[in-house]
């Protein structure tokens, strides 16, 4: 049973334009989400998080965004760059339970188009 | 190391034969993950240690898997009577202390079972 949802599993963008990746969740324990790349034959890298108490955090280019009354979170990438091209996973886990486990999407891959 | 260190990179091994996967983690992180990637899927959790213990195993998904950490530091996943469907890429994280989220992955260990 999947509990974290990557339903695109690709997306192409053109250079400079924004992307949009999406994720949604069904156990409403999640109380901490984060997002991670991954480049091929390397490991995942931490991107971004973003804890329930928040909408919204912003780093640099990259904006995750927490609808929790509809279970769903989305990273913005603005402008997109060739170097984004990547596979980005969504994870969500349930801290305040004491639980340690993230649980990941199927992930989307990027394709950013110069 | 300065990262999270895995070994072997690839491993081809014949049906029914045992594998060990070796992960070092970054010194100090005191958790410790083992998740694995199968084609087409997302990261699968296997198990979880904090310190030498593991508190967690629910990812485990038979009794010819199991794991082991010692001195805090390195750990070993066993599978043992390989089947074709483990084959997949087992990734090892770790982070510093309990519920911290963010994950530091290996590159992963590549298991292809013939």
């Known amino acids: 049973d999947q509990q974290v949802k990557q339903n695109s599993p690709s997306l192409s963008v053109q250079e400079g334009r924004i992307s949009i990746l999406n994720c949604d969740y069904t156990?409403?324990?999640?109380?901490?989400f984060l997002w991670y790349k991954k480049y091929p034959a390397e490991g995942p890298t931490f991107l971004i998080s973003i804890s329930s108490i928040k909408d919204k955090n912003e780093d640099g280019r990259f904006t995750v965004f927490l609808n929790k009354s509809a279970k769903h979170l989305s990273l913005h990438i603005v402008p997109s760059q060739p170097g984004d091209s990547a596979v980005y996973f969504c994870a969500a886990s349930a801290r305040g339970t004491g639980a340690n486990n993230l649980f990941f999407g199927t992930g989307t891959r990027l394709t950013v188009i110069p | 190391g300065a990262g999270v260190s895995q070994s072997p990179s690839n491993k081809v091994t014949e049906k029914g034969k045992d594998v060990e996967l070796r992960c070092d983690p970054i010194?100090?992180?005191?958790?410790l993950y083992w998740y694995r990637q199968s084609l087409g899927q997302g990261l699968e959790f296997l198990i979880y240690f904090q310190g030498n213990s593991a508190p967690d195993k629910s990812g485990l998904p038979s009794d010819r898997f199991s794991a082991e950490r010692t001195g805090g530091s390195v750990s070993t996943l066993t599978i043992q009577r390989t089947q074709q469907e483990d084959s997949a890429v087992y990734l090892c994280?770790?982070?510093?202390?309990?519920?911290?989220?963010?994950?530091?992955f290996g590159e992963g260990s590549r298991l292809t079972v013939l």
């Open positions: 994280a770790s982070s510093f202390g309990r519920s911290s989220g963010e994950l530091f």
């Open positions: 010194s100090g992180h005191t958790a």
């Open positions: 156990n409403s324990m999640f109380d901490y």
